[in-house]
DNA sequence: CGGAAATGCGAGTATGTTGTTTATATTTTC
DNA sequence: GAAAATATAAACAACATACTCGCATTTCCG
């Protein structure tokens, strides 16, 4: 009984065509990122997703030609996410102090699912070969969002580059979102206070003296 | 908590005696170092690093019973640097611009050497066993400096935590750092003119509309 | 010198990890 | 009820790597 297995592409996942299949898929992804926010890079095994997602490894091996495709899967998913909330701060025309405050609860709120995924899928993890388009045009929509934001906040000045600015400012934020994930500090309220205060300082460029 | 029974953690295997040997241990931390900050803890290998040193791996095991005594020679000698950047930047009393400036340029130099180390040990490392003191005391030493920095520039106002304000501050700033660090950008003056308004703003606590 | 101590060497080993496959079992579809 | 889709988990093959051991070389010191 020769198993007449097509095999033509190996490099082709299986699409899945039933509901059972397709929530399968959505498990693993989500014990993806799980796994890769709490075990890192390093701890992120195929064995243990699978593990985590409460499926088996073959299965894992059915819909994810390799470990790459997987993680490539969740940077996707999770890069939509991050971009969607800033879009969404900075769409209208709001005061500076409302677009602060809904920035950093979104962002908060964006990172207390998975509090370090973040930093992993930038820092940790290899940058994918696969699709390095999809990287890059996730870092410039990212920083363009902010630079603006940047922009339309904060007088131009002579010599400040508002892509430095807008650098600058999305760095710090993530720095202290980082730092408090770490902490399991996210959900401090006088952490949320401190960040918006610290963005419209920044924006409203003060503290310039004789300058 | 009673005394918990861990096995002292031997620091050093042999003491080096003669210069040669010294010249070795201190080519083997630094070594470390460097593959730590370049390849994560992930490629932080016991061979990878006797390679690097230009040292058997032999010499390694002489000095250095295992992994993470040496790892934690790197810690020890890292947080150290930092330390003294911070405390000799906060000494005096001067004016805010002037500290923040020193801040921002001692922080920038030193993580100029091993760019991405500072993350690594923080983040991937696995905190050590055999002196957990010793890295809560750096922490606590760390944000101490900030508070009091914080607490000298920054008037005080109803409800403003000094230490919360101190952690904010400490995590931008090494977020902005650490951002940096991953594109090279370390060198560049727009960013280090950047991270000095930053701080100078947040200090001197502008931006605040109505409140 | 010259012997002893200190230092350095690096192939080898033992042990584990992990990505992936495969043969088989179960569920869904029609 | 049969074929297709989906799930299972044991097993494998390839690789990685922390650490040892026996020996070579350098330094010390009378």
């Known amino acids: 009984m020769s198993t007449r297995i097509a095999k033509p592409h ?14 399968t898929v959505e498990a693993i992804i989500e014990a993806a990122a799980h796994v ?3 075990l890192g890079w390093a701890g992120f095994t195929t064995n243990k997703v699978a593990e985590t997602a409460g499926v088996s490894i073959g299965t894992l091996y059915q819909y994810f030609p390799d470990k790459l495709s997987l993680l490539a899967a969740v940077r996707r998913r999770h890069f939509d996410h991050v971009l969607s909330v800033i ?9 500076l102090r409302t677009f ?17 995924l973040h930093q992993v899928l930038l820092d940790e993890a290899p940058g994918d070969r696969g699709s390095r388009a ?3 045009s996730f870092q410039a929509q990212y920083l363009n969002h902010y630079a603006t934001a940047v922009a339309s906040y904060r007088k131009p000045r002579k010599g400040a580059d508002t892509e430095a600015v807008a650098r600058v400012l999305s760095s710090a934020i993530e ?9 399991n500090m996210l959900a401090a309220p006088e952490l949320q206070k401190q960040l918006v205060e610290l963005i419209c300082a920044y924006l409203s460029g003060a503290g310039r003296i004789g300058r």
Request: zero cysteines; glycine letters at 6%.
């Open 100 to 116: 602060a405050q809904e920035l950093v609860r979104g962002m908060i709120a964006a990172h207390s699912i998975h509090p370090t």
């Open 10 to 23: 190996p490099r082709m996942r299986k699409q899945p065509r039933q509901a059972r299949s397709r929530a």
């Open 175 to 183: 720095g202290v979102i980082h730092n408090a994930a770490r902490r």
């Open 134 to 136: 999809a990287h890059a």
């Open 36 to 38: 890769l926010s709490g």
């Open 87 to 95: 879009r969404d701060s900075a769409e209208d025309q709001k005061p």
